[in-house]
């Protein structure tokens, strides 16, 4: 298995929204996710590199899954966090190392200049807990709180 990561293009918009969907479906969030949603956070991402990135995984010529990363400025950290806000491989695709290879080239290469890295996980899925542990995130000692605005 040779995998791949690299920038999303336009090409591969609807494929990756189809996978945002599943993601969704999956482990649904507070908000429900549409098409539109999805569609539109591909589109700004590709043209605003600034506020983040969406990387494709690949499997030699088959798209595998995707990953949304969120750059933001931490004070208490003083430089950039690379917040994963998404890490979606097909179902025949997990638990073969694919999300641990990814976050290691993140962390290797310092991607997007970045001097931590951040991501969620719903508490109701252990698999991902123990993936992220292995690999040396520790849970914050905050809470998280959220408040939609529409």
């Not at 507070?30 to 539109?40: D, G, P, S, V």
């Not at 966090?81 to 080239?105: A, P």
């Not at 290797?108 to 995130?137: D, I, M, W």
Request: proline share 3%; with cysteine; aromatic share 10%.
């Amino acid at each position: 298995m040779k995998i791949s990561f690299r920038p999303c293009s336009p090409a591969d918009f609807d494929i990756i929204t189809d996978f945002i969907i599943n993601l969704y479906n999956e482990d649904p969030g507070l908000i429900q996710m549409t098409k539109e949603k999805a569609f539109n956070t591909l589109d700004v991402l590709s043209k605003r590199s600034d506020l983040g990135t969406v990387l494709v995984v690949g499997d030699k010529e088959e798209i595998i899954g995707y990953c949304i990363l969120i750059n933001y400025w931490s004070n208490e950290y003083g430089g950039n966090i690379l917040h994963i806000d998404e890490l979606f491989i097909k179902e025949d695709y997990r638990s073969k190392g694919i999300g641990s290879q990814l976050i290691y080239q993140l962390a290797k290469s310092k991607f997007a200049n970045a001097v931590g890295l951040q991501l969620e996980v719903t508490p109701g899925n252990p698999r991902a807990k123990r993936l992220y542990e292995k690999l040396g995130f520790k849970i914050r000692k905050n809470m998280a709180y959220e408040m939609g605005l529409d």
